[in-house]
């Protein structure tokens, strides 16, 4: 009855995943995926940063998740005056009641978008790590918990553009995977340009899950079995990180468990009951290479972190009965 009932669980999470990427599809042509890494990151219960030049849709994905799924939806518009209270919320006092109120941030919401994040100032920014890592927020030494699910979609410029603030460390470390955009191939392009020049195409997105359903999925996406191999395999990436020779900063332990969330979630979405080391290398590039800084010698050979990541794949061995 045990496995009877996680098959059945399982049979749902794809369906609902289905329509969720259906329906972000419609409004994001020819990326199915980075539509498939967005709701990965949504089931394992983690924070996206979408990187990218502007203008190529980041904003468009993150709405397109916030309009599919009934739940609550915000908005912040990061910029250079962007203030932490703005983020959080304040307290405020009542001259009636004569006590202080609380008035909730925009990071009260199921789904937070998060819009051009590295033009604020990095204090703002560090407003976010408090939700991001623990679920709730604390305001003049009171706690109030977030809404579940809970996820932070952001969007930055490169950081070679104009008006823009390096995220720091400890904010990316908070986000469990990065993609980049790209831009569309021609044919997709010819068919946004068409379609979006006459409607707006989010204006027609209806939802399709609601965050109990989500909230529900992701309860099941945890109780996926990873084996003590799969686990050791990722203690061996990470520790083979932290002495390779082209990195200054190797992988967090937060990043170790966040792979291991990303790949159970992973798992599900193609119908397995347990993690595969095939889940860890697909998921290793978007789930570590924001967090690791490069040794000034792979900066100087023009190295990009994806391409270290990608090369300890290759270097750490898979540990026998993994698979």
Do not use: W
């Amino acid at each position: 009855m045990g496995e009877d009932r996680v098959v059945n669980e399982l049979e749902e999470l794809q369906e609902v995943a289905h329509r969720v990427e259906a329906a972000m599809s419609s409004v994001i042509a020819g990326k199915d995926d980075v539509v498939r890494t967005v709701v990965t990151v949504l089931l394992a219960q983690g924070h996206l940063l979408v990187e990218d030049v502007p203008g190529v849709g980041k904003t468009m994905l993150a709405k397109a998740l916030g309009r599919s799924i009934d739940c609550s939806v915000q908005r912040i518009q990061f910029t250079p005056d962007l203030l932490p209270s703005d983020v959080t919320g304040v307290s405020v006092f009542n001259q009636d009641a004569r006590t202080f109120e609380f008035r909730p941030g925009a990071v009260f919401a199921n789904v937070v978008v998060g819009d051009e994040i590295n033009r604020a100032s990095p204090k703002t920014q560090s407003a976010l790590l408090e939700a991001m890592a623990e679920g709730q927020v604390t305001v003049d030494a009171t706690t109030y918990r977030l809404e579940e699910p809970f996820m932070v979609m952001a969007t930055q410029n490169p950081i070679e553009m104009e008006g823009t603030y390096p995220l720091p460390e400890a904010q990316r470390d908070r986000f469990m995977a990065r993609i980049e955009m790209g831009y569309p191939d021609p044919a997709a392009e010819l068919d946004m340009i068409g379609a979006h020049s006459r409607t707006d195409p989010l204006a027609a997105l209806q939802p399709v899950t609601d965050a109990l359903t989500v909230a529900r999925l992701v309860a099941v996406v945890r109780t996926l079995y990873a084996s003590p191999a799969v686990l050791q395999y990722v203690v061996d990436l990470a520790t083979a990180s932290r002495r390779h020779p082209r990195l200054r900063l190797g992988i967090s332990p937060r990043a170790a468990l966040h792979l291991v969330r990303a790949a159970r979630a992973h798992a599900a979405l193609d119908g397995r009951t347990h993690v595969l080391p095939d889940d860890v290398q697909v998921l290793a590039v978007p789930v570590l290479a924001h967090r690791v800084i490069l040794s000034n010698d792979a900066q100087l050979a023009r190295e990009t972190p994806e391409q270290v990541v990608a090369g300890l794949l290759g270097e750490v061995p898979v540990p026998v009965g993994a698979r």
